[in-house]
């Protein structure tokens, strides 16, 4: 028989040990439904938390503090440019997207963060919707102009000048520019020995006959001796512009405002002179040298012209132009002169100046772009791009541009690499930080260093071959990456947004990137996107606004506020506290106390640390850490590691 004081223990422990199970049970039920619910997040916005834990990556930061600078876009001489600087030793895409959506950028592993109320520039983060974005017209040139390069049939207008090496001398060209010579030449004008489609060889032909008229003014004694008179520019005038004159059979196809340019030149150049009295436009018209005069006297000397073309020439209001007398004639009024240029190739001894028909042009060359996207890391093609781009278009010393700089800024980077899951929230390519190459025919001539995160396709910069400065690579890039959105839309539903870095109103450099429509920017104070239609009347008055102040205006059609009395209100918030190194804003009754915190190798939150530290210490880290959380917000200072060094 077992005791009675053996049997009251026993069932106590059995009635405990049956709770600790059924606690047990319930809270792995609970852990699995929260597990649940977080997958499902993250499947939904592919920026959840736990996919950091899940991997087994933390975003770790150094608090850098307050950065100043001189600004490289107003060029101030003092150091106006203020931001707020981390230096991250690691940080996962997820963290640097809500980064990015709270004012951040990063150049290699720094993160920085305009101070907007102090910077000389407030720079607003922009960004567009992919699949919202409108061509404008010059963005639509820009394509087409690429793919006519890439035709063969682009009419570059002068040899594209070289790039020298630094290491020769100035009369000499490494070989892959003369490669460049020999490209760019094989589609310069006739008279650098290249052909010219029939339409352009019947402008040049009428340009070159009314210079030939202006030399014999010239000699004559009609223009002036000693003022060099400006080359003849015949335009064809657009079906849509043509005006039937005089009689219903005259039709007018080409026009040219040379008499305008001879008369404003001879003007300028006489009243530089001080041996003569200044020519106004009234002793110009006496003396015969108006634009009206002097059109009527090269159209009464291009009689033999029209008299073997068939066009009708006439002086109009100081235009010269040419006339189809044939109802029968092309649209483009180019049979008369066709005839004059084949009989003129016929005529012509040298096989240098005539001009050949169109049907004996060789087939153009056709070129093949390629475009590569790898993993960031250091490429010896690159940097010598990089290199040749800084000198030639930013005009850095050659001994500034070195490796170690081009790493630190382009190559380097904090964000951790995503490999892709082939479950709809990762693209092919993963997430990370790359470089976008840009070959033409083998020859690298751009590379765009971009970041793709779960939201995104972050634009960090853009470096090109100044040899091919006419094929606006910039804009081209730009469009090529918002179709990179678009494309991978599919396989990743969440990546949507195109940023392109900072916009700052008050540099006209900058500017460009308000083109991509429809644009949106980043309020700097509650973090909410503006329409940029909205804010761009706001930014004409004041550099800096609190642009969700303005978001009601969203969806009404209303005159934009008075925004001065905006201004003044919140800069009479602001108390100057530079003793301390805060903004009143940034010292909030936010609660410090889950800040995430790494010290001598241990990780806690801040609460479990606040003995660890003195009263004074405990003050100014306290500062700080309230300061540090204004800048990233509550939720990403409990999940970002704060550096304690």
Same mark, same amino acid.
């Given at each position: 028989m077992v005791p009675q004081t053996f049997i009251i223990p026993y069932v106590s422990f059995i009635n405990w040990l049956s709770c600790c199970t059924c606690y047990y049970f319930f809270y792995n039920n609970i852990k699995r439904l929260s597990a649940k619910r977080e997958r499902e997040k993250m499947r939904s916005d592919g920026s959840s938390s736990s996919r950091n834990?899940?991997?087994?990556?933390?975003? !770790?930061? !150094?608090?850098?503090?307050?950065?100043?600078?001189?600004?490289?876009?107003?060029?101030?001489?003092?150091?106006?440019?203020?931001?707020?600087?981390?230096?991250?030793?690691?940080?996962?895409?997820?963290?640097?997207?809500?980064?990015?959506?709270?004012?951040?950028?990063?150049?290699?592993?720094?993160?920085?963060?305009?101070?907007?109320?102090?910077?000389?520039?407030?720079?607003?983060?922009?960004?567009?919707?992919?699949?919202?974005?409108?061509?404008?017209?010059?963005?639509?040139?820009?394509?087409?102009?690429?793919?006519?390069?890439?035709?063969?049939?682009?009419?570059?207008?002068?040899? !594209?000048?070289?790039?020298?090496?630094?290491?020769?001398?100035?009369?000499?060209?490494?070989?892959?520019?003369?490669?460049?010579?020999?490209?760019?030449?094989?589609?310069?004008?006739?008279?650098?020995?290249?052909? %010219?489609?029939?339409?352009?060889?019947?402008?040049?032909?009428?340009?070159?006959?009314?210079?030939?008229?202006?030399?014999?003014?010239?000699?004559?004694?009609?223009?002036?001796?000693?003022?060099?008179?400006?080359? $003849?520019?015949? %335009?064809?005038?657009?079906?849509?512009?043509?005006?039937?004159?005089?009689?219903?059979?005259?039709?007018?196809?080409?026009?040219?405002?040379?008499?305008?340019?001879?008369?404003?030149?001879?003007r300028r150049g006489q009243s530089c002179d001080n041996d003569q009295l200044r020519l106004s436009r009234h002793s110009?018209?006496?003396?015969?040298?108006? /634009?009206?005069?002097?059109?009527?006297?090269?159209?009464?000397?291009?009689?033999?012209?029209?008299?073997?073309?068939?066009?009708?020439?006439?002086?109009?209001?100081?235009?010269?132009?040419?006339?189809?007398?044939?109802?029968?004639?092309?649209?483009?009024?180019?049979?008369?002169?066709?005839?004059?240029?084949?009989?003129?190739?016929?005529?012509?001894?040298?096989?240098?100046?005539?001009?050949?028909?169109?049907?004996?042009?060789?087939?153009?060359?056709?070129?093949r772009i390629e475009i590569r996207l790898k993993r960031s890391s250091f490429d010896s093609e690159e940097f010598a791009l990089y290199k040749k781009y800084q000198i030639k278009v930013h005009d850095d010393m050659p001994d500034r541009v070195t490796k170690s700089s081009y790493r630190r800024f382009l190559v380097d980077t904090p964000l951790v690499f995503v490999p892709p899951t082939g479950d709809g929230t990762v693209p092919p390519c993963g997430f990370g930080s790359f470089h976008q190459q840009y070959l033409i025919d083998g020859r690298l001539v751009a590379v765009g260093v971009i970041d793709i995160l779960p939201k995104c396709l972050s634009s960090k910069y853009l470096f090109w071959d100044p040899d091919f400065a006419f094929l606006s690579l910039g804009k081209y890039s730009a469009l090529q990456e918002i179709g990179w959105v678009r494309e991978n839309q599919i396989d990743c539903p969440s990546l949507k947004y195109y940023y392109l870095g900072y916009y700052i109103h008050s540099c006209s450099k900058m500017r460009y990137k308000a083109a991509?429509?429809?644009?949106?920017?980043?309020?700097?104070?509650?973090?909410?996107?503006?329409?940029?239609?909205? $804010?761009? /009347?706001?930014?004409?008055?004041?550099?800096?606004?609190?642009?969700?102040?303005?978001?009601?205006?969203?969806?009404?059609?209303?005159?934009?506020?008075?925004?001065?009395?905006?201004?003044?209100?919140?800069?009479?918030?602001?108390?100057?506290?530079?003793?301390?190194?805060?903004?009143? !804003?940034?010292?909030?009754?936010?609660?410090?106390?889950?800040?995430?915190i790494e010290r001598k190798g241990s990780r806690l939150r801040y609460k479990d640390l606040t003995r660890a530290f003195g009263s004074s210490k405990r003050s100014y880290w306290e500062t700080q850490l309230h300061r540090y959380m204004s800048l990233v917000g509550a939720e990403l200072s409990e999940r970002i590691v704060y550096l304690l060094q």
């Open positions: 834990n899940s991997a087994g990556v933390e975003s !770790v930061v !150094v608090d850098w503090g307050r950065l100043k600078s001189s600004c490289g876009y107003c060029k101030s001489s003092g150091c106006t440019s203020i931001s707020h600087g981390l230096w991250a030793n690691s940080i996962t895409v997820y963290d640097y997207q809500d980064l990015l959506d709270q004012g951040w950028r990063r150049s290699g592993s720094l993160l920085y963060k305009p101070e907007m109320e102090r910077t000389c520039c407030p720079a607003y983060t922009i960004r567009l919707r992919a699949a919202d974005f409108v061509h404008s017209k010059e963005q639509l040139r820009v394509s087409r102009r690429l793919q006519r390069f890439l035709d063969g049939t682009l009419d570059i207008k002068k040899p !594209v000048e070289l790039m020298k090496d630094p290491n020769t001398s100035k009369d000499s060209c490494n070989s892959a520019d003369n490669e460049v010579l020999k490209l760019s030449t094989e589609e310069s004008l006739s008279n650098n020995g290249e052909k %010219k489609s029939e339409a352009e060889q019947i402008l040049h032909y009428l340009s070159n006959q009314i210079d030939n008229v202006v030399q014999t003014c010239v000699k004559s004694g009609v223009f002036p001796l000693d003022i060099q008179l400006p080359k $003849a520019s015949v %335009k064809n005038v657009l079906q849509a512009k043509r005006k039937l004159l005089v009689e219903e059979s005259e039709d007018l196809q080409y026009t040219s405002s040379i008499a305008f340019q001879i008369a404003a030149t001879i110009a018209e006496q003396n015969g040298l108006s /634009p009206k005069a002097i059109a009527e006297k090269l159209a009464s000397s291009l009689t033999q012209l029209a008299e073997t073309s068939g066009l009708l020439i006439k002086a109009c209001n100081g235009h010269i132009n040419f006339y189809s007398s044939n109802k029968q004639s092309s649209s483009d009024g180019s049979v008369q002169v066709k005839t004059v240029l084949e009989e003129a190739a016929a005529g012509c001894p040298s096989k240098k100046c005539c001009l050949k028909r169109s049907s004996e042009q060789p087939p153009p060359k056709k070129r991509y429509h429809p644009s949106e920017l980043l309020c700097p104070l509650r973090y909410q996107w503006i329409s940029f239609d909205i $804010a761009r /009347p706001l930014l004409d008055k004041k550099p800096y606004l609190v642009l969700s102040d303005f978001a009601n205006l969203q969806n009404r059609e209303l005159s934009p506020p008075d925004v001065s009395d905006n201004v003044k209100e919140v800069q009479s918030d602001e108390s100057d506290t530079e003793s301390s190194g805060l903004r009143s !804003v940034e010292i909030e009754d936010g609660d410090i106390s889950n800040i995430l």
